[in-house]
């Protein structure tokens, strides 16, 4: 049974996901996931907290370019979409 805390705590994240998954229907593949997190009210150890979750579970792939990061659906991911 999901405690409200919990719940609100999954629905972030589906929402990342889908924000994510909206902006590479666009052609997007490569994408700022700081940006996203701060779109939907999450502060940066959130966001973290989030990218390490959908990462964990295979659904998005971090990138490290210079000092930026971007994130980008995996195959896995799509199939989740």
């Known amino acids: 049974m999901l405690t409200p805390t919990l ?5 972030r994240r589906f929402t990342f996901f889908q924000r994510l998954g909206a902006l590479d229907r666009r052609g997007m593949h490569l994408v700022d996931p700081w940006l996203i997190g701060a779109g939907i009210g ?9 990218l390490a979750s ?4 295979g659904w998005i792939a971090r990138q490290r370019r210079g000092g ?12 989740r979409l």
């Open 54 to 57: 959908l990462a964990g579970v």
């Open 42 to 50: 999450l502060s940066d150890e959130e966001t973290e907290g989030v």
């Open 7 to 11: 719940a609100a705590v999954v629905e």
């Open 68 to 79: 930026e990061e971007r994130v980008a659906l995996t195959v896995r991911g799509l199939t």
